[in-house]
């Protein structure tokens, strides 16, 4: 079992609607949890980060953390063509290290 | 703030020959930086961890005398390739976690260096 794991897609979402990306991972202790986003030829840019159970929220976008089901999702709200990109979900390790998920390729349709 | 630059942005060298590529945090310290490469349509792999006046942690796998870490700066680490090989094409991206902020655990990227081995 990988420590994250992520559909790989591709996810396809009309423009306007609501993109929803879904990570899970093995490990019951960790704390910390990052959203990249990553467009094709570059590097990752962090879009959310998340440490406790709920919601958190930062404009079209939406974190959402279970720790007793062990996922984490991303929400894109009102998604735009600009959004397609792979996006990728992180667990900090101790000593600082992240432990990437394979990534989600979003695509969003005009 | 926070930027993190990488030197070169791409290479290609031929078979047998060493690169070294360069990451420097522009406008804060950084205490650790981390190596990553990422091939294509595959996740970044996580290298090794350069420590800032010691030695670099390397992942299972990676062979730590053909991809040599050198962190001798708060601002700079390098990653050298030596006897490139074809197969060790690839996207190669540094971050870096500022020095002294305990409770973020955000690492910045750089642009990334594309390497091609002929």
Redesign the interface.
Known sequence: QKEVEQNSGPLSVPEGAIASLNCTYSDRGSQ?F?WYRQYS??????IM?IYSNGDKEDGRFTAQLNKASQYVSLLIRDSQPSDSATY?CAV?RS????I????TKLIIKP | GAVVSQHPSWVICKSGTSVKIECRSLDFQAT?M?WYRQFPK?????MA?SNEGSKA?YEQGVEKDKFLINHASLTLSTLTVTSAHPEDSS?Y?CSA?ESGRVLT???Y????T?LTVT
């Open positions: 910390s990052f030829g570059k590097s990752p840019e962090l980060f990728l900090k000593n600082y290290q992240l990437w998920g394979a990534g | 650790t981390f595959q996740s970044l792999m996580l961890t942690t996207f991206i976690r655990y955000e690492q990227f750089g642009p990334g594309r």
